[in-house]
């Protein structure tokens, strides 16, 4: 099995909602990421866990709220979001960010604020 | 901080033909390089990963190369297929951690 699952693979919500993405590995990876991509544009890196332990956060504002509940899981809360946070987030996984493995990354969030 | 660019931003080619993707790093302490595919709308799925030691990887029609010093790498795809349409995007691992860098990507169309 070498899939990271997102869910869900769609969300619309309102400036003033609480919703969560969802990410699944059970490749036995310990370190996992959170991306963001925008329209025709490189994903850019948002979180990083390695170890269950937050180990990178790109100065991403406060309304993201990533969170990693055991070495398979990984959420990112999200809170008074505005229209331009709308893009396609991507959840990846690699065996260990202390090693240069191969990325794998799951097929993406889209997300529309409104 | 490391910048990546690739060049051609978009190609078409006829099926059939040979073709190179190029990739330039102004930081050349990476750690690896890789070249990754993304569908419209998808994920992206891993092609390739160079380790900094090593000049070239290849995988069925796939060949990437890396050269450090120069700063480039190269992405070659030996017989195009209709199949093969599909944004292209080579990015840089620094050495520090596990940051990478991508570039903005080469949008590949091969027409039947």
């Known amino acids: 099995d070498t899939e990271v699952t997102q869910t869900p693979k769609h969300l619309v919500m309102g400036m003033t909602n609480k919703k969560s993405l969802k990410c699944e590995q059970h490749?036995?990876?310990?370190?996992m990421y959170w991306y963001k991509q925008k329209a025709k544009k490189p994903p850019e890196l948002m979180f990083v866990?390695?170890?269950?332990?937050?180990?990178i956060n790109e100065s991403v504002p406060s309304r993201f709220s990533p969170e990693c509940p055991n070495s398979s899981l990984l959420n990112l809360h999200l809170h008074a979001l505005q229209p331009e946070d709308s893009a396609l987030y991507l959840c990846a996984s690699t065996q260990s960010n202390r090693e240069r493995n191969t990325i794998y990354f799951g097929e993406g969030s889209w997300l529309t604020v409104v | 901080k490391q910048e990546v660019t690739q060049i051609p931003a978009a190609l078409s080619v006829p099926e059939g033909e040979n073709l190179v993707l190029n990739c330039s790093f102004t930081d050349s302490a990476i750690y690896n390089l890789q070249w990754f595919r993304q569908d419209p709308g998808k994920g992206l799925t891993s092609l390739l990963l160079i380790q900094s030691s090593q000049r070239e990887q290849t995988s069925g029609r796939l060949n990437a190369s890396l050269d450090k010093s120069s700063g480039r790498s190269t992405l070659y795809i030996a017989a195009s297929q209709p199949g093969d349409s599909a944004t292209y995007l080579c990015a840089s691992e620094e050495t520090s951690g596990s940051r990478l860098t991508f570039g903005e990507g080469t949008q590949l169309t091969v027409n039947p």
């Open positions: 866990y390695s170890y269950e332990k937050l180990s």
């Open positions: 490749m036995g990876h310990r370190a």
